[in-house]
Protein backbone atom coordinates (compact mmCIF):
# COMPACT_ATOMS: atom_id res chain seq x y z
CA UNK A 1 0.00 0.00 0.00
CA UNK A 2 1.63 3.28 -0.99
CA UNK A 3 0.32 7.17 -0.10
CA UNK A 4 -0.67 9.08 -3.04
CA UNK A 5 2.65 11.41 -2.63
CA UNK A 6 4.61 7.73 -3.50
CA UNK A 7 1.85 6.48 -6.26
CA UNK A 8 2.38 10.29 -7.72
CA UNK A 9 6.12 9.50 -7.59
CA UNK A 10 6.07 6.24 -8.95
CA UNK A 11 3.72 6.80 -11.77
CA UNK A 12 5.22 10.30 -12.40
CA UNK A 13 2.13 12.28 -12.12
CA UNK A 14 0.31 15.32 -10.15
CA UNK A 15 -1.50 14.54 -7.24
CA UNK A 16 -4.71 16.53 -9.29
CA UNK A 17 -4.15 14.04 -11.90
CA UNK A 18 -4.76 10.89 -8.86
CA UNK A 19 -7.92 12.91 -7.58
CA UNK A 20 -9.35 13.22 -10.99
CA UNK A 21 -8.61 9.26 -11.58
CA UNK A 22 -10.43 8.59 -8.10
CA UNK A 23 -13.76 10.41 -9.73
CA UNK A 24 -13.49 8.06 -12.37
CA UNK A 25 -13.19 5.06 -9.90
CA UNK A 26 -9.56 4.21 -9.40
CA UNK A 27 -9.06 1.75 -6.55
CA UNK A 28 -8.52 3.23 -2.94
CA UNK A 29 -8.82 2.50 0.50
CA UNK A 30 -10.29 5.23 2.60
CA UNK A 31 -7.96 4.28 5.82
CA UNK A 32 -9.35 7.53 7.96
CA UNK A 33 -11.00 10.65 6.94
CA UNK A 34 -8.16 12.21 5.68
CA UNK A 35 -5.80 9.19 4.38
CA UNK A 36 -5.70 7.29 1.62
CA UNK A 37 -3.92 4.22 0.59
CA UNK A 38 -3.70 2.79 -3.03
CA UNK A 39 -2.45 -0.77 -3.84
CA UNK A 40 -0.17 -0.58 -6.88
CA UNK A 41 -0.93 -3.57 -8.23
CA UNK A 42 -4.82 -2.66 -8.59
CA UNK A 43 -4.66 1.04 -9.33
CA UNK A 44 -1.95 -0.37 -12.84
CA UNK A 45 -4.85 -3.17 -13.14
CA UNK A 46 -7.61 -0.29 -13.03
CA UNK A 47 -5.67 1.72 -15.90
CA UNK A 48 -5.06 -1.32 -18.31
CA UNK A 49 -8.73 -1.64 -18.28
CA UNK A 50 -10.30 2.02 -18.07
CA UNK A 51 -7.66 2.05 -21.33
CA UNK A 52 -8.99 -1.11 -22.77
CA UNK A 53 -13.03 -0.48 -22.25
CA UNK A 54 -14.98 -0.52 -25.44
CA UNK A 55 -16.01 2.67 -27.45
CA UNK A 56 -12.31 3.75 -26.44
CA UNK A 57 -11.20 5.73 -29.95
CA UNK A 58 -7.99 5.77 -28.19
CA UNK A 59 -4.97 3.28 -29.47
CA UNK A 60 -4.49 0.32 -27.16
CA UNK A 61 -1.05 0.01 -25.42
CA UNK A 62 0.60 -3.52 -26.95
CA UNK A 63 2.47 -4.48 -23.96
CA UNK A 64 2.11 -4.68 -20.50
CA UNK A 65 6.43 -3.42 -20.38
CA UNK A 66 4.68 -0.19 -21.53
CA UNK A 67 2.76 0.25 -18.09
CA UNK A 68 5.52 0.17 -15.84
CA UNK A 69 5.23 3.95 -15.64
CA UNK A 70 2.05 4.64 -16.85
CA UNK A 71 2.86 7.50 -19.11
CA UNK A 72 0.99 6.74 -21.86
CA UNK A 73 -2.43 6.09 -19.77
CA UNK A 74 -1.46 9.73 -18.79
CA UNK A 75 -1.18 11.31 -21.82
CA UNK A 76 -4.48 9.66 -22.80
CA UNK A 77 -6.31 10.52 -19.42
CA UNK A 78 -5.12 14.27 -19.93
CA UNK A 79 -6.02 14.22 -23.78
CA UNK A 80 -9.66 12.82 -22.92
CA UNK A 81 -9.81 15.13 -19.91
CA UNK A 82 -8.97 18.37 -21.34
CA UNK A 83 -9.73 21.34 -20.14
CA UNK A 84 -10.96 24.38 -22.02
CA UNK A 85 -10.81 27.28 -20.03
CA UNK A 86 -12.40 30.00 -21.58
CA UNK A 87 -10.50 33.23 -23.18
Do not use: N
Not at 32 to 41: E, F, G, P, S
Not at 42 to 61: D, F, H, I, N, Y
Request: net charge positive; hydrophobic share 30%; proline share 3%.
Amino acid sequence: MMTRQQLCAHLRISESTVRRMERDGLPVLQVTLRTKRYDLVEVKRWMREKECQPGSTLAVVGTSASWSTGREFIESYRRRHLRVTPS
